[in-house]
């Protein structure tokens, strides 16, 4: 594997079944947490930014170009480039806030 | 026969170890992290660092097991720049322990001013004695903007060989850029936040196995000790060759961190205290 080609050892089919059963579950997964938030009583909040980055995210996956978890990292990830002057707190969210 | 190159065995227990070694752990290195919890004087890091270097060892010994560390104040209480070089000050003195690889993990958090400028004066430490370097970059929404900084830090800096430093915790986003500077890219096998060994395999198949490990980054958190051999599971899993998932897992870090004289993959003889 010196020389990566992008291809995987395994054929689609046999990839397919080796990881289907897994992946319908985080599928299903995801559409539960949705519903979950559909659910839940109503705040002043009407959106989430994260909530808004998993949708964003889903559009990607769904498209027919490569690359697609390097691109919803991407979209999840702070488009800023220079330092921030100081650390507001020790923990990242998990997907940048809306500038 | 595995090494996990990236383990915080302080906050596992020996089960761990013993299931470690039962699964063909033979070496592990333990860069100096976060607690969970801000220590409140340098002292502290003093006594975490004989922790790293004197106890731990010996620990790691009793189950076959051969232990290394690195040393440095961790960018997540980096933010007092008068506290940090107080740590950093204890640094050198424990860059000559026998079991030491270099400084580690160093780098960036939230990616603030006061984490940069600790970084870059880690950096001159490690370069001041010819040190590998171990490197942590952000989490999350963090990473991206984390590893450029932290890239183009090491090269305006310029005093250290790129092929003696490691830039760990990449994902799809950050390997290439890793890689293409000539240093090498450690992928950290998480539940949630970092790869799963499934987008870490795909990662190999899409970016080679040069100059790149894996490791479990086993610590107090949501996290798992075995997750390197489970990751060589899943390889065979895969169709990857015997030949392919021991360079990864075992050649590679031992090619790395063998470039430190203090590496070994040979345990010393346990000792009971």
């Known amino acids: 594997m010196t020389t990566p080609t992008g291809k995987p050892p395994l054929d689609r089919k046999t990839l397919i079944d080796l990881g289907f059963i897994e992946a319908r579950a985080k599928v299903l997964d995801v559409a539960a947490f949705l519903d979950r938030l559909d659910r839940a009583p109503a705040t002043n909040v009407t959106t989430d930014f994260r909530v808004d980055a998993i949708r964003a995210a889903l559009e990607i996956a769904l498209d027919a170009s490569p690359a697609r978890a390097e691109r919803i990292l991407n979209s999840w990830s702070d488009p800023s480039t220079q330092p921030i002057a100081h650390a507001d707190g020790k923990a990242a969210r998990g997907a940048h806030l809306p500038r | ?273």
């Not at chain 2, 026969?1 to 170890?17: A, E, K, L, N, Q």
């Not at chain 2, 997540?76 to 860059?95: N, T, Y």
């Not at chain 2, 950096?123 to 183009?152: F, Y």
Request: proline letters at 5%; hydrophobic letters at 40%; one cysteine or more.
């Open chain 2, 1 to 273: 026969m595995y090494i996990d190159p990236h383990i915080h065995m302080v906050s596992r227990t020996t089960d761990d170890y013993a299931r470690m070694a039962a699964a063909g752990c033979v070496a592990v290195t333990e860069p100096a992290f976060w607690a969970g919890f801000d220590r409140s004087s340098a002292a502290g890091f003093q006594d975490y660092f004989r922790q790293l270097t004197d106890s731990e060892p010996r620990r790691a010994a009793a189950y076959g097991i051969a232990h290394h560390a690195w040393i440095c104040i961790n960018p997540k209480e980096a933010e007092d720049h008068g506290f940090a070089r107080e740590v950093m000050s204890m640094i050198p003195a424990f860059l000559s322990r026998p079991n030491v690889l270099g400084v580690g993990e160093i780098g960036l958090n939230r990616n603030s001013k006061t984490e940069l400028a600790v970084f870059e004066e880690h950096l001159e430490i490690a370069a001041q004695h010819n040190s590998l370097v171990l490197i942590h970059t952000p989490h999350l929404e963090d990473k991206l903007k984390g590893t450029r900084l932290i890239l183009d830090a090491i090269a305006a800096h310029g005093k250290i060989n790129p092929a003696r430093i490691l830039v760990d915790h990449v994902e799809e986003h950050t390997v290439r850029m890793v890689l293409d500077r000539g240093m090498w890219a450690g992928m950290t096998l998480y539940p949630d936040t970092k790869c799963t060994a499934a987008r870490a395999i795909d990662i190999m198949e899409m970016h080679g196995t040069e100059r790149i490990w894996i490791n479990s980054a086993g610590d107090w958190g949501h996290s798992d000790p075995l997750a390197v051999p489970k990751a060589v599971v899943s390889m065979r899993a895969r169709g990857h060759t015997a030949a392919d998932i021991h360079k990864i897992s075992f050649d590679n870090p031992r090619a790395f961190l063998s470039q430190s004289g203090n590496f070994s993959v040979n345990a010393p003889r346990p000792t009971i205290s």
